[in-house]
């Protein structure tokens, strides 16, 4: 489960004092610090090269879903469980015909008094087969408009009735799962909110996922070099002291600009939030110009590497330039997940932009 032996001994450190989920209350396992003291616990671990000590979907997406809409008996026995790791958390969104469209979900859950019988299958599921529960949104009304029939569940997939299969990827690779749920029993104390108003988890949780893929690229392991020193290092150095490749030069130029510029609006969102004067447009934003950024710096990445870009695999290729080869192939699905950048491009032309919608012509 963990790369190395250092890697579990630096997230237990970090797990003992809360850092795992620094802002979370400490009665839920995390550090209780403000807002303000975990940036700087973040500048911090960046700036000596420490990996965040915890990776999942209960900490980025779930927990903080659950300290919004969870009751208390759900937060002390879920939260403090992501905090200390020992839980694994699959997401249950995306159906066969529910994907950016998701409020057509079909997944059923009956209600049958103190359980609701759930029946369906979600699609996706990243690493569901390993998963111990699964938070899932299920049609229990057939109510118009579609969003006020879904209620939001957690599912212990130890249950009778859910079980998995993979779906293999080009690579080899099973990363995916396809979930089933037969005649599934779900307590009914594992409704989180209200009934039939798991649409407000689901976009409070959404929030926090599209804002953790905006973050992803700088949440992964440091890369064997940086953009900079990569490039000097694959293409050189003119006798002018500047990067020999001109075309090269002036797109990293640009991209290095675009990115200061991300971390800059990032900056004004976090003081905006300490203000409480949020720009609700800005947020908006952040999912498409950190994702479609991270795979511009992909595409840089591989053009300076050149003949050693061109193989995940060749052991003639040392390990830290293919690991940032497989970075750039994975990093496709970056402009998918969470939301496809073509649907985050719609939602910032109605609702930050305020443009019209097209009537479509039958
Ligand atoms: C790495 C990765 C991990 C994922 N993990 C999970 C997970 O754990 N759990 C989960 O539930 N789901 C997961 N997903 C699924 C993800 O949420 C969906 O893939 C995504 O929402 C898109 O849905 P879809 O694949 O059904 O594509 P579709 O919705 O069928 O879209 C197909 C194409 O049509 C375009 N399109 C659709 N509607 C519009 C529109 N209105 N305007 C313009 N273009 C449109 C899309 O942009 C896309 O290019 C994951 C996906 C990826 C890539």
Known sequence: MFPSAEAQQWFE????????????????????????????????????????????????????????????????????????????????????????????????????????????????????????????????????????????????????????????????????CQTFFDNVKVPKANLVGELNGGWAVAKELLKHERKMMAAFDGMLEKPAMELLELAHYAVGIDDSGVLADSELRSDMARHLMREKAMGQLGERIYWQG???????????????????????????????????????????????????VKQWAFNKALTIAGGTSEVQLNIIAKRALGMPSVERKS
């Open 13 to 176: 450190a970090c797990r003992d004092k809360g850092y795992t989920a620094p802002e979370w209350p400490s009665e839920y396992g995390g550090a209780g610090l403000s807002s303000a003291q975990a940036k700087v616990l973040q500048q911090e671990m960046a700036k000596m090269g420490c990996r965040p000590p915890l990776y999942c979907q209960g900490l980025w997406m779930l927990g903080p879903a659950l300290l919004v809409y969870g009751n208390e008996e759900q937060k002390r026995e879920h939260l403090t469980a992501i905090c200390r790791g020992e839980i694994r958390w699959a997401q249950g969104y995306s159906e066969p015909s529910a994907g950016s469209d998701l409020a057509n979900l079909k997944t059923k859950a009956e209600d049958c008094g103190d359980h609701f019988l759930v029946n369906g299958t979600k699609i996706w599921t990243t690493k569901a087969d390993e998963a111990d529960w699964i938070f899932c949104l299920v049609r229990t009304s057939d109510s118009t408009p579609k969003q006020a029939g879904i209620s939001f569940l957690l599912i212990d997939m130890a249950t009778e009735g859910v079980s998995t299969s993979p779906i293999p990827l080009i690579s080899g690779e099973s990363e995916f």
């Open 274 to 324: 300490k203000a409480k004067q949020v720009d609700p447009r800005l947020p908006l934003l952040m999912k498409h110009l950190g994702t479609s950024e991270a795979q511009s710096k992909d595409e840089l990445i591989l053009r300076a590497l050149g003949d050693e870009g061109l193989s995940m695999d060749d052991p003639a290729i040392s390990e830290g330039l293919r690991k940032m």
